[in-house]
């Protein structure tokens, strides 16, 4: 699959796909990478080193500085993949690139082709936003 | 001006435009990574170049005694609201920059704004524009002085295409209640997610207040950066205005059964809080209490203290607390045990009493966000009823518009 690159990067991870949005701001936690926003279904998971898997997006303008941060402190996810365009989440990426020289690739997916991600898969993301299963 | 350009690639933008404000959000403490962004600005000798107002810090500046947590992260939440004030924003610290007379934008006016409610609040029920920014971009834009052309800069981006009617088995009473609002920002958060969608069958003319608090809901639950209210909101005159003539890509009802659902869905406390259920905290002003908002609380007081043991905490901008002591109501409300915190924000700040008891509120963003953020269980309900539960030491329910809880 080919996407269009909100953030460039090469990334390898297993896929977690999200089974609903999540706000990163009040959803993780920059300093371990659990999720813990309590509504939603996948609480106490991980995304640290995951190709994260989002249909959609929603909630906190403050997601930018979380992702950022996330990635200076070691527990970002490897990739995240999106079924829309999201401006802060590619902002975050930016900002953590130029601060700290760690790329973190966001590719937007038709979101018939990023269903087709199953949860726990081997994923990874090369340079232009090919993504490639398995 | 390179993120501004990465902006306008992201969002598919062909030229950038001007704009005549700014409010930013980046001022908000979450770890070196947003100290090491505004340091790499202030090394450049960046500054402003359009007013530019801030949202909410790490900390009270003006009640510094408040803050019940690390010290250490108290003067890192200090140091970055006080790098934004020297690159030349203003130091108004609230996340609802609406409810400054100086700091509202007119009709039309194309913004830069971060903060969701913010956002949400300024293109719905103003009618300024701005896309949804977040961190970083809404200090580059504030820098540039301008932002891409593109989104809800442009016309056709503000059309609703989805429209949400109101269903008849709503009792007109619910409509008068101040906790239909937030329960429905919730609701069209999740059917709109980042569409814009119209509101039809809402009272017209809904105060600021009520349409506040949809917007901050929805922003919370979906990534609603604009919605319409048909017979309220600016671009709503009429619903064949809201849709800009053009035929809408969804039309669904609100029944009672999804709000009752959503309603019970903001509380977290074990057993759904009925009445009776003993709380340790009330907390009120999320977004930030307009002064319309304070007049209330003292109202619902009406001169009666929280009961002992009980925290009763409202959250506003140190902007409309300064016109609360100027008439007098800031005095009143101390007076009868009422905490007022500025500049951040109950659910970010260490500032609550710890209690192993549950904490009410009316704002459907604090019960989305405060579990998570500060470990709370949550109970949902009205401005009226928070106030009475406070001063009852226990859940206090309104027998009127949601009928039996």
Redesign the interface.
């Known amino acids: 699959m080919r996407g269009r690159v909100?953030a460039d990067g090469i990334a390898n991870g297993t896929a977690l796909v999200l089974e609903q949005?999540l706000?990163l701001?009040?959803?993780i936690d920059?300093?371990t990478g659990s999720i813990?926003?309590?509504?939603h279904p996948q609480l106490g998971r991980s995304v640290t080193g995951r190709v994260l898997v989002m249909g959609?997006?929603?909630?906190?303008?403050?997601?930018?500085?979380?992702l950022?941060?996330a990635?200076?402190?070691g527990f970002a996810p490897a990739a995240i993949l999106l079924g829309?365009?999201?401006?802060?989440l590619?902002?975050?990426a930016?900002?953590?690139e130029?601060?700290?020289g760690i790329r973190l690739p966001v590719v937007q997916l038709p979101p018939a082709e990023l269903k087709t991600i199953p949860d726990g898969a081997p994923v990874s993301v090369g340079e232009g936003g090919e993504v490639t299963v398995g | 001006m390179r993120?501004v350009v990465?902006?306008a690639e992201?969002?598919g933008a062909e030229r950038l435009i001007p704009i005549t404000r700014a409010h930013v959000?980046?001022c908000?403490y979450?770890?070196?990574?947003?100290i090491?962004?505004v340091r790499?600005l202030i090394e450049g000798g960046a500054q402003v170049t359009v007013p530019t107002t801030l949202n909410v810090g790490a900390l009270d500046l003006l009640h510094p005694e408040l803050w019940q947590g690390d010290p250490r992260a108290a003067e890192r939440g200090r140091l970055l609201m006080d790098h934004y004030r020297s690159l030349g924003c203003q130091p108004t610290y609230t996340c609802a920059p609406y409810q400054l007379a100086a700091a509202r934008p007119a009709f039309g006016e194309q913004v830069a704004w971060?903060?969701?409610n913010a956002?949400v609040f300024c293109n719905s029920v103003l009618g300024a524009r701005t896309?949804?920014?977040?961190?970083?971009?809404?200090i580059a834009c504030a820098i540039s002085g301008r932002v891409p052309d593109a989104g809800l800069h442009r016309t056709d981006a503000r059309r609703a295409t989805l429209v949400l009617r109101l269903g008849p088995d709503l009792p007109p009473a619910l409509l008068e209640d101040d906790s239909l609002y937030p329960v429905l920002g919730i609701v069209l958060?999740r059917r709109a997610?980042?569409r814009v969608g119209v509101l039809d069958g809402l009272p017209s003319r809904t105060s600021e207040e009520r349409l506040k608090a949809v917007g901050a809901a929805a922003?919370?639950?979906?990534?609603v950066a604009m919605f319409h209210a048909v017979g309220s909101t600016p671009e709503a005159p009429t619903l064949e205005a809201a849709l800009q003539g053009r035929e809408p890509e969804e039309e669904a009802q609100i029944g009672l059964a999804e709000l009752r659902a959503a309603r019970a869905?903001l509380t977290?406390a074990p057993g759904g809080a009925p009445a009776g259920t003993p709380i340790g905290t009330v907390s009120l002003g999320t977004p930030h209490a307009s002064l319309e908002e304070l007049r209330a609380v003292e109202r619902e007081l009406a001169g009666a203290r929280p009961a002992p043991g009980v925290e009763l905490l409202v959250s506003t901008a140190r902007g409309t607390l300064a016109e609360a002591e100027e008439e007098g109501l800031a005095g009143r409300l101390r007076a009868t045990g009422v905490e007022l915190l500025v500049d951040t924000c109950s659910y970010i700040a260490p500032v609550l009493r710890p209690s192993p008891l549950p904490a009410m509120t009316d704002s459907g963003k604090w019960a989305?966000?405060a579990?998570?953020?500060i470990g709370v269980e949550v109970v949902f309900g009205s401005l009226r009823e928070c106030v009475r539960s406070a001063v009852d030491g226990r859940v206090w329910r309104d027998a009127g518009a949601w009928g039996a809880t």
């Open positions: 909100l949005p706000s701001w009040g959803g920059p300093a813990i926003d309590v509504r959609a997006v929603r909630g906190s303008s403050s997601s930018s500085s979380i950022a941060e990635v200076r402190a829309e365009p999201d401006l802060i590619a902002v975050g930016a900002v953590a130029e601060l700290y | 993120l990465r902006a992201v969002l959000d980046s908000l979450h770890g070196e990574a947003t090491d962004f790499r971060a903060e969701s956002i896309e949804r920014y977040g961190d970083f971009t809404d958060g997610g980042s922003a919370s639950s979906g990534a869905e977290t989305f966000y579990p998570g953020n």
